[in-house]
């Protein structure tokens, strides 16, 4: 079965900083990957996926099939990208399996 | 935003309680699924459904059944609620022809008590 890992449940960083959130699966196959954003009690949003290779609020992230990673980035991190992040992995079309999530706070 | 609607969107119920939560969509999408979302673990998958009255379970779908009369309305019960069903719950709804992209509604705050 596929697994998808995010290793840090918190992530702290100044404003400006660059930000790094990991994501590793476990998939044999080719899978489909996503990210997630979730505002304070919101819902989740979707804030990019890897077939399309585009930037969405000056994040990024590459798909690396030889390490299984999906590694989300943003060279200077806002005060308002303080949310939940949750990587995700498709790998039946439809449904998706998400990992644990971290949470970034971006501090003044 | 996709138009999805959970209802209610909070409540206290007691123990050994049946509870009903609601998912109603306006998009026509086919897929429909309902996730719990708790912390450390993310969403997991309770139930989804590929059409009416076409339904499966997920990861996590012991406690829990759902029904999907019309292509708008996805409902979610808890037979029998006990405490660790507290959690917040979250619809979602994806269809054939936007690449899968799955899209959640507001979420449900449910507390067992």
């Given at each position: 079965a596929q697994r998808v890992t995010q290793p840090e449940k918190l992530l702290s960083v100044f404003k400006g900083a660059p930000v790094e959130l990991k994501c590793n699966y476990s998939y044999s196959g080719s899978p489909e990957l996503f990210w997630y954003v979730q505002y304070s009690r919101q819902r989740l949003q979707l804030l990019l996926r890897h077939i399309s290779r585009e930037s969405i609020k000056g994040f990024t992230a590459d798909l690396n099939k030889g390490e299984t990673s999906f590694h989300l980035k943003k060279p200077f991190a806002q005060e308002e990208d303080s949310a939940m992040y949750y990587c995700a992995l498709s790998v039946a079309g439809n449904m998706l399996t998400f990992g644990g999530g971290t949470r970034l706070m971006v501090k003044p | 935003d996709a138009g999805i609607t959970q209802s209610p969107r909070h409540k206290v119920t007691e123990t050994g309680t049946p509870v009903t939560l609601r998912c109603h969509q306006t998009?026509?999408?086919?897929y429909m699924y309902w996730y719990r979302q708790d912390p450390g673990h993310g969403l997991r998958l309770i139930h989804y459904s590929y059409g009416v009255k076409d339904t499966d379970k997920g990861?996590?779908?012991?406690?829990y059944s759902v029904s999907r009369s019309k292509t708008e309305d996805f409902l979610l019960t808890l037979e029998s609620a006990t405490s660790s069903q507290t959690s917040v719950y979250f619809c979602a709804i994806s269809g054939t022809?936007?690449?899968n992209t799955i899209y959640f509604g507001e979420g449900s705050w449910l507390t067992v008590v």
């Open positions: - | 998009e026509n999408h086919r990861e996590v779908s012991d406690g022809g936007n690449g």
